[in-house]
């Protein structure tokens, strides 16, 4: 997007407010998930972004994930520093499989007819949409916008099947860090500094998160 379409973007719709909603399993949250959200709240001139995790990644059941609770709690301490983050239960509270036109849907009833949405995800999760559910609502609902993710190529050609203008790409600076390999290198300990902030490392040893392949023993890393 450049200056002039986000100038004209707000001009055709002057005093509303601008939301992105960042929805992610955060398994842990790392860098890469808070770099995405930053830049797209700066590029779509955000009012705030609020993080959303999920409560029941029906994609994901084959692996399983860590408790709600905990997911949220990482999400919460990730976020606290930057005053434009916030962080949703409304996935984690609603029973049953997390579907994001539910969270949409969900968010535009708690703020209201003058917030605008704008749904955050990364290149892996735009080559997915059209198997979420209820597709098809979800692009009336908030505009998409996709971030790069080293790893995973993305053109306007991968756009094609999308309905035109429903999600704009957006490079971000590329941190090749995904939640899969913070998992792995605590289950082999090794560290996990400066690829999460501080504050996870230190919840995910206090909760004993990802315990180690070779032994029971409480999470020791320092
Ligand atoms: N390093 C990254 N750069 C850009 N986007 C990312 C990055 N990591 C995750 N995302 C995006 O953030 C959203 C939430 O991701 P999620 O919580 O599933 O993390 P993940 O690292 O992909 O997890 P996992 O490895 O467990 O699948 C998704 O839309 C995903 O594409
Ligand atoms: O709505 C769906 O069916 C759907 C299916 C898979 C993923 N999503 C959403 O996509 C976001 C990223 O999901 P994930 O699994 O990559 O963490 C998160 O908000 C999920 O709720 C949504």
């Not at 398994?27 to 797209?40: C, F, M, Q």
């Not at 999600?167 to 913070?182: D, F, G, K, M, Y």
């Not at 605590?186 to 909760?207: E, F, N, S, T």
Request: charged share 25%.
């Amino acid at each position: 997007m450049t200056k002039t379409e986000l100038a004209l973007a707000r001009a055709a719709r002057p005093g509303r407010y601008r939301l992105g909603v960042m929805g992610g399993t955060f398994d842990p949250i790392h860098h890469g998930h808070l770099v995405a959200a930053s830049e797209v709240a700066a590029k779509f001139a955000l009012d705030e972004v609020v993080f959303v995790p999920t409560g029941v990644p029906w994609q994901k059941r084959d692996r399983g994930v860590s408790a709600a609770e905990d997911r949220y709690l990482m999400t919460v301490i990730a976020t606290a520093s930057n005053p434009r983050f916030t962080v949703s239960r409304v996935d984690i509270d609603r029973p049953g499989d997390t579907f994001t036109v539910d969270t949409l849907r969900d968010l535009r009833a708690a703020r209201g007819p003058d917030t605008d949405l704008f749904f955050i995800t990364g290149a892996d999760a735009v080559r997915q949409i059209l198997t979420w559910r209820g597709a098809e609502d979800l692009f009336g609902l908030a505009h998409f916008v996709g971030v790069t993710r080293p790893g995973v190529p993305m053109t306007a050609d991968d756009l094609a099947h999308l309905p035109p203008g429903s999600v704009t790409l957006l490079e971000v600076p590329a941190l090749a860090i995904s939640s899969t390999a913070c998992r792995d290198r605590v289950m082999a300990r090794q560290p996990i500094w400066y690829l999460v902030p501080d504050g996870i490392v230190q919840y995910i040893a206090k909760r004993g998160l990802y315990p180690p392949y070779d032994s029971k023993a409480p999470n020791d890393r320092s």
